[in-house]
T-cell receptor, first 117, second 112 residues
C-alpha cells in the first residue's frame, strides 16, 4: 500500500522545546517537501529536497531544520527559534523536483497539527 | 513574484448545481497548474494537472481549463453532490524554480 505517512497526527509542545515531525514515503520518489498551512492561508514551502543528503530552503525556513539521510524519510524539526509554530504541517513528495517534469504532481501526507502550549 | 488568487473564499450551493471555481495568477511563466482537494484536517489530493501547453483536462465530473495569456484557470464541477464539499486549492508550477505557489483555497459546501 504505497503512500506518505506523517506522525504524529497531533503534537503538543511547550514553548522553548524542539520537536521533530516524521515523514516517510514508499513511493520511491526522489523529491520531498515540507509545507506549513495556517487557517485561511495557502500552503507555504518550508524546505525541499531533491536527493539524499541535499535540501534547500523554501520561503519560510527560519526556525526549522531538516535532514535527508534516507530516500524515504524527510523529518522536520521545529526549533525554539520558530516564533509562531502552531500550524498544520504537510509533507509531500514527487517523482522529481517540480519544474523538471511538467506532468509530475505532488502527493501529500495526512498532516501533523502542532500546537504550542 | 507569482501570486495566486481564488475568489470567493467560500461558496454554499444546493445539490445538483453545476459549479465554476476560479483561479487567477499574476505571472504567465508557469509550467503547469494543478487543482487539489482538501478535506477538513486532512492532506491534499490532486484532482487535475494541466501542463502549460494544454488548454484543459477532464476527470469524471471535473473539468479544468487553463488560459495562460489571461492568467486564469477554472475548475468546472458538474452535478454537484454533498460529497464534493471540501476546500479546493489551485497551485501553479513556477517557471525556472522548483516550487508550487498555492492560492488560499475556496471552501465549497454542497447542501443536500
Amino acid at each position: 500500500d504505497g503512500g506518505i505517512t506523517q506522525s504524529p497526527k497531533y503534537l503538543f509542545r511547550k514553548e522553548g522545546q524542539n520537536v521533530t515531525l516524521s515523514c516517510e514515503q514508499n513511493l520511491n520518489h526522489d523529491a520531498m517537501y515540507w509545507y506549513r498551512q495556517d487557517p485561511g492561508q495557502g500552503l507555504r514551502l518550508i524546505y525541499y529536497s531533491q536527493i539524499v543528503n541535499d535540501f534547500q530552503k523554501g520561503d519560510i525556513a527560519e526556525g526549522y531544520s531538516v535532514s535527508r539521510e534516507k530516500k524515504e524519510s524527510f523529518p522536520l524539526t521545529v526549533t525554539s527559534a520558530q516564533k509562531n509554530p502552531t500550524a498544520f504541517y504537510l509533507c509531500a513528495s514527487s517523482i522529481d523536483l517540480a519544474g523538471i517534469w511538467a506532468t509530475d504532481t505532488q502527493y501529500f501526507g495526512p498532516g501533523t497539527r502542532l500546537t504550542v502550549l | 513574484k507569482q501570486e495566486v488568487t481564488q475568489i470567493p473564499a467560500a461558496l454554499s450551493v444546493p445539490e445538483g448545481e453545476n459549479l465554476v471555481l476560479n483561479c487567477s495568477f499574476t505571472d504567465s511563466a508557469i509550467y503547469n497548474l494543478q487543482w487539489f482537494r482538501q478535506d477538513p484536517g486532512k492532506g491534499l489530493t490532486s484532482l487535475l494537472l494541466i501542463q502549460s501547453s494544454q488548454r484543459e483536462q477532464t476527470s469524471g465530473r471535473l473539468n479544468a481549463s487553463l488560459d495562460k495569456s489571461s492568467g486564469r484557470s477554472t475548475l468546472y464541477i458538474a452535478a454537484s453532490q454533498p460529497g464534493d464539499s471540501a476546500t479546493y486549492l489551485c497551485a501553479v508550477g513556477v517557471g525556472g524554480s522548483e516550487k508550487l505557489v498555492f492560492g488560499k483555497g475556496m471552501k465549497l459546501t454542497v447542501n443536500p
